[in-house]
Each structure stands twice: as structure tokens, then as C-alpha cells.
């Protein structure tokens, strides 16, 4: 089989880093071009040093390269510019895998409401696939176009969503307390990020609001069959470098039973190389899925307050976005799900 | 005014270092003894190195000369030996300052579901003042014991009472998921504890039925004024050294408003030199109280959910152990309750 | 006795925030004005949340107030700006207390050398005393300028003078590996200062021509009573916030013996109580000094190799800038040496 | 090509979890038997929480099991155990690769001195190849028995030995300060290594007479083609998980010019895959080489004191123990080197 020619755009941040890491070793893959508009004609490793004796250099996004060049294109860029990409790319038959969150949201107006800022691209948003593998594995087959979902969404939905769809929690009354390691607020030079203010510290931040919020809402929503939902969504900042760790709370409904819990996980994931469910009322940690592209999900039931807890962990650069995106093009290009993610 | 004369008692855990850093610079206290079992004849930097050059040895315990020589003693043993100083030095006059857990919960039956013993002293038991000075002060100047708060639920009581007292919250639904350094867990030498399992993690662990969880329940149903309370609180181990945050959601009454709560706070807090509270909307961090005695309370009403968010931040050894301690000591000996706590 | 009234000036970095930290608490300061020209008009809290709670704001940089309202001024000031302050403050009987590098070195062609320009007052040189306590306690007491030493610098000198001066080490052939802590490179908002690039790391940088280099050789010399040092100096970055280490080799001369070290030691530090020197053979560890103005020296003879190794730690805030500059204050104007610093 | 059979006795510490991690990943191996004594029958996701999912079990050591079913032995035996297993492996023809000390030291003498008892297999070390690819590839190709290197003499001696051999450098007056990751120490559940005593810390250990001494000044003098070498190692713990930095000061030689070390090093690694020499005046990172196999080396000249800085960085659980070992493996059969290290 043809090895599948890739493009990375916009690689310079630590999302783009881990693109690189997983790419250059996946044994299907040309890595073909990696695109930087600031550090265009800089070797990789002069902004990461990682890859050191690694012959490859940041070039300037140029489409029609890409186009010419690529079966696939990576696109690893802030918010807004994904569309200026993806549609040439798209047109020219590229498979395109966004890990911003320009498309993750299917209404505009969501969109208007976080990110300040009409959709750029609102007619490429009906085109745009959830590249949540484990639930929209099919749609990921076909797609042109898939939107890789958020670090803390894809920790929560996958933990949440088989909960729902089985009908065994409310969509009422929906708690999430996320803890995330620092790469999750990207390579960004700002005081709150420099060691001495994160290390031997703890702290909660965008408790109202939060960016990633109605990406939860809405694939919960589609999960559990109703039109909105309201979830309270808390992430936190912890001092390390990578994983996330989400502690939700969950009401059980009438049809709530621990096996039924038991069971509707095993129906989801029982087939899933990369979501494990552990043996209930066993908890899982972030050290023991860093570096993987696995979701690990415990639970317990808490009959004193008649409270379903379940706790969900990532990699946030890999399941949480690097990996998973791989994971997807492994799926659309008919590779095996698992190449270069083991 | 003469200094008060003063023993540790089981002085070789992390909080017993802390209750030594605080009292020997204590301007008004004369620390005549620490004991320790297995490091009697030791000198005190043998096993805290960071008091070398310090004149102190650890002896054997010994009420008679404790009785005989000091003012207040500071147990800091582990669960179940309380009483057995207690009691003796109760009788000689000694006022007692226990940081172990044995005396905190007022009910034999909760004790012995958590710890899984009968209470050892339950006579005891009704002579115990809770050591929470802000919310127990006029006890503690004539208590004769003192059964001072664990670290968490420090960090949760204080965040809590004051809107449960003004009905601004509901008993029901109160969902805390906390996070603590590793300290947190004593000096204790045990696997999931060594370096290299904490570095690089976060984790929840005893979500159900945590052994701080009655003392939180019996609390805040005291400030509600309610008979029994059912409590979710989950603890997590975050790698670093000291610190627990409290990251609380609630339910509003039909009393609640965001001037309510800002008032609420206000009066329960707004003397207070060891509870600040933050304008609401401002999130708190652990790194900003470590070493020092000190709460601090963060707020924010989530309209989209309609529930209130509360985040809660303590050093675990200081305001959520040793400190709070030495506060109670000052009060109970009519010092200034900030004396070697600025 | 009337307290010392004092100004900090330019205090938003790190060593800025740990003298509003002794300094507020000193029981024989008042600290009247702190000063910033980018935070003027702030809340101290707004920029060091730690102060929360205290009554204390930025006012821009007043020469003429300082001098009419100040005893004393301890500037943290960037390189290059301490004699636009200093001087008119010492015009007007002020003392002051530089914790920037401007006036630590006697040459001003080292300083050339080594900062790039010209010095920018040579004839303050001349008056400034090198403030380390136990080196020039009584140079201090009259001084009207010190010029305080850098936390490497610190940490080195401490450990080596006195067997320089003693004659037991040889002048040439000193080697230092330094391992500091990230507050260490001040509160710098850049690239490789975030979290992600130390956590997980350690680096040496610098290794050659470092600019405290200059001061550690200087001060070797006059130990040595030498005309020129030549040392190699190789700081590295580690994961922490606060901490130096210093390891040390030394070519032990014809006069050494261990005994001698031994002696020279408690000659030099046997009535200091900031610099405690540990029993030959044991190492120190920078967690125990980390928060106190305490260095710590470890020896240990390797008679495979005949060198002599040295390790010495201080915490880089407290004894290696602010705690330093305290030390002096309380010397200059007749206080205990250690107010403030217990 | 038929997969090698392999098995790894002694796999519960850090870096048999590392052999695990890589041998299961591995293209062209069959990962057939794990042994622990303590842990038998139980899955390797019990010990090792991180390989949930996958389908292996510790079982007992059965040394003619293992001589029946493998091709291959990895040992990861405490010190003293290894030829129990090694002798009857290899007359059975099973490749053995030990990473335990016991086989490095050519001297039974420096065995004893270092080890406090008699070798436990002295004519074994005959046949022991030092499974350092780099320098010994031809002899491995043929080894029965390979011997891998213990972490800190891997970075040194890589960096070190062709200076030696070049005759640029001094074998007299090398200075070594290396800093380590905790799991350095390996899965050691003791105090010191507990999280509150090794983060927020750095401290020297072991600086005369460490065990990897020997093994150091060995192969030193091997490249450098004396009898004898004294060499000055002095180890640090560090507050991170993996990564050794050891800073290395060299004696130039009469031979001696900046060339010709990137000459040398050129000479020695420029075909080399797993080590990489950084442009001169370039210092390396360990963060740049944690969970890979490759160790990175720095040089710089220092004209002021005529020294050679040199420093050299390696995960020391993957180039430091598994790593180098599964390249060994490769190397013996016939493989590709870089094959499950990339």
C-alpha cells in the first residue's frame, strides 16, 4: 500500500509537536511537509529539539503545494484560519484534519456566543465530521473534512455519552471538575504560564463559560437524544506537563442500575483499542495513559448521596488531540486504527 | 506577660515539623518538649534537617513531666492514641490541642463506621471543642480541649457554613471535588507515594466514604441547621508539595442572590485576619497561601446552570493543620490570635 | 527604639516580592513606599496575590519623597538603573541597599566586560560595600551603600573563602556546577522559563562568561589575597521554584588536612547564625534552607582523587538577594542581626 | 524472519516496566515471558497500572522454561542474581542481557571493593560483552552474555571516551557532576524518595565512592589505553521523573584544539543513530531525550580557564537501561538497530 503523503500547517505550538513525533514514525506515512508562517525555513528542531538530527524544515503554508503534493493535511492553527485552508485543500481532494476548533460546533450561533466572532465558514461547518472515532466511526470513513474534538471534551463525552445514550443518568444536574497539565494551554508565553507561577500550585479558571463547554453540551446532547443541554464544566490548572483528569457527577435516573452501567460501557468500548473502562469503584490516574492515545474511565456509585462519579483521563496532546487525529486518518485512509499509536 | 510553656506530642510527621517551625518562632511560647516513640534521643534535625543548629531533642513521651512542665500540649499522634495523653494531661490542667482525628466527630457511630473501632473515649468526646476559631472562638477560649479540623474540611466548612447558615444553599447536592499536595498524605513510606508515582499524575482516590467526609457533613449541618447532611466529596492527589483546593458547587435557594452571598461572606468573614475573601469572579490558587494560616475564598454564579461555584484554598499543614492549632492556642491563652502566624 | 522606615524600589519581580514578604513582617520596619514603575497606582495584591488582604499599593518612583519619608531603600531595580536612585538617596542620608548586580563588581572593566557598557557610576564604586554579613560585617555597619551579592555568588563564596583564606585549597582549578531554581531567572516572561520547558528538564546554560562569574572570582581573591581568579562556573536550570545548589571541587594544597577544613570552617561560621556547616561527610539539600536566610555547607575529602568537595545551598530568594539585604539592614542601623529572619 | 522469542526476568522495577514497554511495541519480537518472584500469576497491569488492556502476566522464574520457549533473556535482577539465571540460560543458548551491575566490572577486585563480597560468577565474566553498541558493536554481534551499562556511566562514557582515545584530553583531573531523575533510583519505596523529600529539592549523594565508580574509570580507561583511571563522580537527585545531565570538565592536552574535538566526536558518532553531538557552544537538554534512546552531547571550550566543558543528556531508563539493552538485542540478531527505538 502506498504510504499516505502528509501535511502538517501551523506546527509550531505543542500540538503540532506531538503531529510531528506520532508522524514521523507511522509507518504509513510520507511526512511531507511541515508549514510554519513564523518559522518558515527554520529546521524542526531549532524550535524543537527533540527532533534533533531529524532533516526536516518549517516551510511556508502554501496550498497549492500541498494540494500538488499531499493526500492528507494536518491543520494545527489558532482559531479562525482553519477554513482559509481547508477548503482549497478540500477542493483539491485533500483530506483535511482540523485540531482547531473552528468546526467542532454545529451552530453558528454557539460559535458567535464563545468565540466572539461570526463562523468563518459556516457552509463548511455542514461538511465538517466530530472526529470522535469511538462514536462517529462510520462518518469518519467518508468524510472530506474532520473536526478532531477539544482536550477536556473528548475526556468527558467519551466517559459520559454511552451514560446518556443508555438512558442511566439525567441530563440534568451534570458536574465536571477537569484537571489539566500545562501543555493544555498550548507553547504560550504569559506570566500565568511560567514555571515559578505554576509550580506547587493548583487553581481553577474559566469555572463559568469556558471555551470548550458547548462542544461538551452538544455531543452529550446528541447522546443522550435531546435538543440542548447545560452542563457545569470546571476546568483546572495542575503543575505538570501532560493528561487530564476529569471527575464527573452524574444523577442516575429510574433505569440506573451499577451493572447497567457496567454494561453500557462494555457495549461502547468493549471492542475499543484505545478507551478501557476499569473494573468498578477502581480510579484511574494520568501517569498510566501519558503518552498513549488511550481514555481510561473508572466509576463508582455512591449510594450515601445516590450519586453516579465517574472519572475519565487522557493525554491531552495525544488522545486529547494529536493521537486522536492520526487515529481518525488511520480510519479514513482503511489503515488499521491502531498504526503508529501503539 | 509570661511566654506559654509548651509540648508537642508524636512530633514526626509533617504536621508535627510544621507545629515545630511555627512554635519556635512563636514570640510567646516556650516549646519545652517534643516527643516522638521511635525517635526519642534523637536530635530534632536528625530527622527535620531543615532545623539544623537548633537545640532540640525529640524524647520519649512522658506525661508526668509534660504535666509537671508545660502549659499546652499539642498531640499530633496517629488515630486512636489521643486519649490516652488527653485525658491525664486534661486532669493536670494542661490545655490540649489534638490535630488527630479522634475527637472531631461528635457522634461514636460515625466514628466507628469510618475508622472501624469503637471511640476510644466518648466522655471525652462532649468536653471536645471543634478548633475552628472562626467559627467556634468563644468555645475555644475556655475549652479545656481542643479537637482542631482536618485539612480538607478546613478548606470546605469554612467556604460552606456561612451560606448554609444564611439559607442561601441547599443541604442537598453539595458536590466538592478537592485537591491536595502530597504532604497531604503525612511522611508516610508507602508506594503510591515515592516520587516518580505522584510526578507527572493527578488522581482521584477515596471518593466514596473518605474518613474526612463526617467531619465536612456534621458541620455544615450544624451551620444549616439541619440533623443530618449528605456530602460528595472527592479528593484527588496533585503533584505538589503543600495545598488543597476546593472546588465546590452548590445549589441555590430561593433566597439566593449574588448580593446575598457577597454579604454572607462579609459578615461571617469580614474581621477575619485568616479567611479572605475574593471579589466574586476571582478565582483562588493554592501557591498564593502556602506557608501562610490563611483561607481564601473565591465565587461565581453560573447563570446557565444555575448553580453556584466556590473554590477554596489552604496551605494543608498550615491553616489546615499546625497553624490552625497555634491560632486556637493563642486563643485559649488570651494572645493575639495572629501571634507567630504573620 | 524607632522603627527604620523603608522604601522598596522597583519591587515586581521575585526578590521584590520576598522583601514585601520580610519586610512586612519585620517587627522593627515600616515599610512606607514600594515602588514600580509599571504597577503604579496598583494594588500590591493585584501583582503578588500571596499580599492579599494587606493595605499595600505601587506608587511610581518618587526620589524626593523616598528621601523626606525613608531611612532606608532597598532597590530591585534592572541592571543599569540602582545610581539614578542611589545617589540622590545617599545625598540625602538615605541607606541603601542594592540587590541588583550594578555595584558588586570593584572593576568597572570587568563590569565592561561582563555587561556590555560602560559602568554607569564608577565613583559610587568606590563606597559601595559588598554586603555579605558574615565577610564584611563591620565595612556594613557604616556603610552608605551596599551593594548585595548574587545568589550563586552567595552560595559559592560562603563555601570556599574561608579555605581559601586559610590556605587550604588551592587558587586554581575550582570547579562549580550550580543547580538553581526558575525564580532564580527572576519573574521573565519568556520561551524557555514556561512551565513545560523546565518541568522534566534539567540544563546547564552559561557555562562560559556567565555575569556572576566576575563577582565570584573578585571575592575568591580577596579570600585568596590574590590579584586574579580564574573559576569555572557552570549554573544549571532545575524544576523547582526556589533552591541553589553548589557543587564544588578543590585541589587541596600542601597545608590541607581534613581537620584544617574542619577548623576553618568553625573559625569562620562557628558564631554565625545564617551559615551553619554540616558534620564533614554529610550533604546539605536545598529544601532545608528553602523559605530561611540559612546557607548550608557540606564537605567531604575524596582521597581517590585528592579533591576536596564542597556543597553549599541557600535558597536563592531569601539568602542569596532579599533575606541578604535584610541581614545588612538590621546591621547598618544597629538591629539584631537575624529581626525578620528566624 | 522468524520474531525472536524473548523473555524478561526480574520485571518489576522502573526499568524492567521500560523493557516491558518497549518489547511489547516491538516489530519483531515475541514478548513471551515476564517473570517476578513476587508478583507471579498476577497481570502486569496490577504492578504496572499503564499496560491495562494488555493480555500479560507475571509468572514465576522458570529458568527451563524460559531456556525451552525464548532466544532471548533480558535480566532486571537486584545486584548479585544475575549468573543464577545467565549460566544455565546460555549453555542452554539463550542470549542474556543483564542490566544489573554484576557483569560490568572486569575486576573481581573492584567488584568486592565496590560491592562489599566476592563476584558471584567470576569465570562468567570472561564471556560478559559491555553492551555499549557504540563502542563494542562487533563483539556484541557474537556475545553470549552482554553486560549493559549502568545509566550515569552511559552518559559519561559516551561523552568522554573519544576525547580519551583522540589523546585531547587529560586522564587526570576529570570532574563529573551529573544530575538524575528519581526513577533513577529505581521503584524504591523509602523515605527519601517519597514526593515531599525529593520535589522542590536538589541535592548531591554518593559523591565518593558511588557504585557506578568503577564501571566509569574502567571503559575511561579502556578509550584512553591506561591501566588505571581516577575519576570524580558526583551524583544529584533531581525533581523529575527520567533524564540524566552530566556536566563533564576536561584537562586539554597538548593535542588539544576545539577541532579537533568536533572531529573526534564526528570520528565516533557521525554514523551513529543514538548519539548525537550538538554544534559546538550548543548545551543539550534532558527533556529532549526522555522516551527516546538517544543520548545528546554538548561541548564547549572555555579560554579563561582552560577547560573543556562537555555535557551529555539520556533518558536513564531508555538509552540509561531497556533501551540500550533492546539495541544490544537487535544488534545480536542480526536486526536492524534503531528496530522498536525509534
Redesign the interface.
Known sequence: MAKVRVAIVGASG?AGEELIRLLT?HPNVDLRIITSRQNAGKEISEIF??F??MDLKFSAPDVARIAAECDAAFLALPHGLASEYAIPLMEAGVRVFDISADFRLRSTAKYKEYYGKEHPAPELLKKAVYGSPERYREQIRNAAFIACPGCYPTSIILAVAPLLKAGLVSTK?I?V?S?S???GAG?????P?????????????G???HRHLPEIEQELAVAAGVGEM???F?P?L??????I?S?I?LDPTEQFSKEAVTEAYKNAYGNE?FV?V?PMGK??????????N?C?I?Y???S??N?L?V?S?IDNLTKGAAGQAVQCMNIRFGMEENLGL?
Open positions: 505543542y514514525v529539539p527533540r534533533f538530527g444536574n458536574i471538575a484537571m497539565g500545562v501543555t507553547r504560550k508565553v504569559d506570566l504560564y511560567i514555571f515559578p507561577e505554576c509550580n506547587e500550585s493548583i487553581r481553577a479558571y469555572a463559568v463559560g447545560a452542563v457545569n470546571i483546572h495542575a503543575p505538570m506537563n501532560r493528561g483528569n471527575t457527577i483499542e478501557k476499569l480510579l484511574p490516574d494520568t501517569k498510566h495513559v501519558t503518552m498513549t488511550r481510561e473508572g463508582v456509585y455512591d450515601h448521596t450519586k462519579l472519572f483521563v501503539r
